[in-house]
């Protein structure tokens, strides 16, 4: 990142002139002064001259920040190109706002996002005009620190030259050194270089000028994470005495219960949250503490706790029978409710969870085609079933190259990938088209998260899905969605939103109110192929599938979930982004999500598939969950939300303003 300084569209002389390059220029205190003025924005630096051009190689979906100030009278735009002059910046993608006045002077935050690996040419405009071209650039290099070598008029010969150093946010990976064009080594974060000592470097406790020392508004990366996770053991210790009740409780589960529960996901360290009660958005706690929830059972009520519409339709279907060795009529019903909302559904095969859909529509590709390889993208997760249970959250040499990722088993207990599964690069279309066309007349389906909840809420790129449709109809395999999370994210499910058809589609969660459930959903053609009566048909029975209670207990979910809903679901979701978006601006953090989901990464770096999520700092997170658990509100351990229509704005004040409390320091 980089930030450049506007006066007005003065040439480079006068710039220097009027601000007065070797004068009592007080950037610290202009920098204390902005951070007072506009306390929820974070400047990186500021680096004091309009009229300047630089080059800076940024990664997809990074943002660059520019500080600048306008003396006329409209506010500053960033404009240029990228690549070498052959690509123009997009028209949306310089963005003037955030504006604060000082001794009467207009400061705009400025922020520009590029493609993936752009190196750019920029200036900035003031009043609709372009600031000249100047002969002496700024060159910035933004990996780990960002350095800035400054050559302007008046300044000595480049050796001696003073090298200014800025906090950045693009990556926790940096090399201790680096060397000027000129030569002259350059300090490792956090340090600066002593003139004519090459090398030599000496702790900067303060912020000054040119450059920001250790109470810098945006720290570096690992100064930032570690500030929370050098409270981990105060906290920790805190959540222990606030929890006794549920610490007995585990202590129980541990002696009968392998490792105190039968659930892995729920347990974090040092003891979950026992549940007594919920309802709305609300939980209450083995202790009594009431507990905002913020994940509601990993996404599947989005109704929040016992809403009263579900609970009578459920406590109804009890008092008649809760399951029979027959059907009631109450599955046709749900099925039509689903095949209503999904495009292309004309049959629909209920199950009782997430886990055996995927495994009864991995079964039904295989069948429909004769193909033996279930093929699905790395660190997606599918369920638990061994087929799928490849490459969830690998990590080192054992993943293979980026662009063909190797099976990694997930669990023990797997007898092996060979012939059974292919493993794909997520958001990578060009690798995933190479894979398929040599593998692909062995394919049988392409399981995809049209959000892949594992990886971090991380969404499909633009065109991915839909070259995913393409390649599967080319190489002659099924193409299916697994929406046993993504459902919630509209009326029509993930692919309705995507305008993308799959062949199938598993369902789970919220389909069944609140009780255990699954479904495979699709086309006649494939899901015929369960069909009693047919010959080799793939079999599939279960004796609480379809039951009364849970087929009950979805219809009135569903019943709740019309567009409208779904429509203020969805704000609301955007809302809470937008706000954590606000509250992290500086900070090397990321948010994703969509619809009603959301989730909070420890990474500088935009993630955009399982590699880039290993960035995250996983402790960090884990602690920040921790923290807010102990202010009473409840997330996944690795930081995953989603909204409820029981959640309130005042709960979502209270998620974000916690937040800001916890991570400020």
């Given at each position: 990142m980089a930030i450049a300084r506007a006066r007005g569209l003065l040439p480079v002389a006068a710039a220097v002139a009027v601000l007065g390059i070797g004068q009592a220029t007080d950037f610290d205190g202009l920098l204390t002064r902005l951070a007072d003025a506009r306390p929820d924005l974070r400047p990186v630096a500021i680096e004091q001259y309009l009229n300047l051009i630089g080059r800076v190689p940024i990664v997809e979906g990074e943002t660059a920040m520019f500080l600048a100030e306008s003396a006329g009278k409209g506010a500053p735009r960033i404009v240029g190109d990228f690549n070498g002059g052959g690509e123009r910046m997009p028209d949306d993608s310089a963005l003037a706002g955030s504006m604060t006045r000082i001794d009467g002077t207009d400061w705009y935050y400025l922020r520009v996002r590029l493609p993936r690996g752009a190196r750019v040419r920029y200036r900035i405009a003031v009043d609709g005009r372009e600031a000249p071209d100047p002969r002496n650039p700024i060159r910035v290099e933004s990996f780990g620190t960002v350095?800035?070598?400054?050559?302007?008029?008046?300044?000595?010969?480049?050796?001696?030259?003073?090298?200014?150093?800025?906090?950045?946010?693009?990556?926790?990976r940096s090399a201790s050194r680096v060397t000027t064009t000129s030569g002259t080594p350059r300090s490792p974060r956090g340090t600066t270089s002593t003139p004519g000592a090459p090398g030599s470097t000496t702790r900067s406790p303060t912020c000054s000028r040119g450059h920001l020392g250790d109470n810098a508004f945006v720290p570096v990366t690992e100064s930032f994470y570690a500030s929370l996770k050098s409270r981990r053991s105060a906290i920790e210790a805190r959540y222990r005495e606030l929890t006794p009740a549920s610490a007995r409780l585990f202590e129980q589960a541990r002696a009968i219960l392998p490792g105190g529960s039968t659930r892995d996901t729920v347990v974090r360290r040092p003891h979950p949250p026992f549940v007594r009660e919920g309802a709305g958005a609300h939980l209450v706690d083995a202790d009594g503490r009431s507990l905002v929830d913020f994940w509601f059972n990993a996404t599947s009520l989005p109704l929040g706790h016992a809403h009263p519409r579900v609970v009578v339709a459920a406590q109804g279907a009890v008092a008649l029978g809760s399951s029979f060795y027959a059907p009631t009529g109450l599955e046709t019903d749900l099925a039509r409710e689903i095949g209503r909302r999904l495009p292309g559904v004309a049959r629909v095969r209920f199950t009782n969870s997430?886990?055996?859909?995927?495994?009864?529509?991995?079964?039904?590709?295989?069948?429909?085609?004769?193909?033996?390889?279930?093929?699905?993208?790395?660190?997606?997760?599918?369920?638990?079933?061994?087929?799928?249970?490849?490459s969830v959250g690998p990590q080192g040499a054992a993943m293979g190259e980026s662009a063909a990722p190797a099976p990694v088993a997930a669990t023990a207990g797997l007898v092996g990938a060979s012939g059974r599964v292919l493993v794909l690069p997520f958001n990578n279309l060009e690798a995933t088209a190479r894979l398929l066309a040599s593998h692909g007349a062995r394919v049988a389906a392409v399981f995809v998260e049209p959000i892949a909840n594992r990886m971090g809420l991380v969404q499909p790129g633009p065109g991915f899905l839909a070259g995913l449709r393409d390649l599967c109809d080319r190489h002659g395999a099924l193409l299916v969605f697994d929406e046993v999370i993504a459902f919630r994210l509209g009326y029509r499910g993930a692919q309705g939103l995507a305008g993308v058809t799959p062949d199938l589609t598993t369902l789970g969660k919220l389909i069944g109110g609140g009780f255990p459930v699954g479904a495979v959903a699709g086309a006649g053609r494939v899901m015929d192929v369960s069909a009693p009566g047919l010959s080799d048909r793939v079999t599939h029975a279960g004796t609480f599938t379809a039951n009364p209670v849970t087929m009950a207990a979805g219809l009135a979910t569903l019943a709740e979930l019309t567009p409208a809903a779904f429509d203020a679901l969805n704000e609301a979701g955007e809302r809470v982004r937008r706000a954590l978006r606000r509250m992290c601006d500086g900070r090397p953090l990321q948010i994703t999500g969509a619809g009603s989901l959301f989730k909070i990464s420890a990474t500088p770096r935009p993630i955009v598939d399982h590699r880039t999520s290993l960035e995250a700092d996983a402790e960090w997170e884990e602690t920040l969950s921790l923290a807010l658990l102990c202010e009473g509100l409840f997330l996944a351990p690795r930081l995953h939300g989603c909204l409820s229509t029981a959640t309130t704005p005042e709960d979502v004040d209270r998620l974000v303003e916690t937040v800001h409390v916890l991570i400020r320091d």
């Open positions: 350095y800035s070598e400054l050559r302007m008029p008046g300044y000595p010969s480049p050796r001696s030259r003073t090298i200014r150093t800025f906090r950045s946010v693009v990556s926790s997430g886990t055996e859909a995927v495994m009864l529509a991995a079964r039904m590709a295989r069948a429909f085609t004769g193909r033996p390889l279930v093929a699905k993208f790395e660190g997606s997760y599918h369920g638990s079933w061994d087929d799928v249970a490849w």
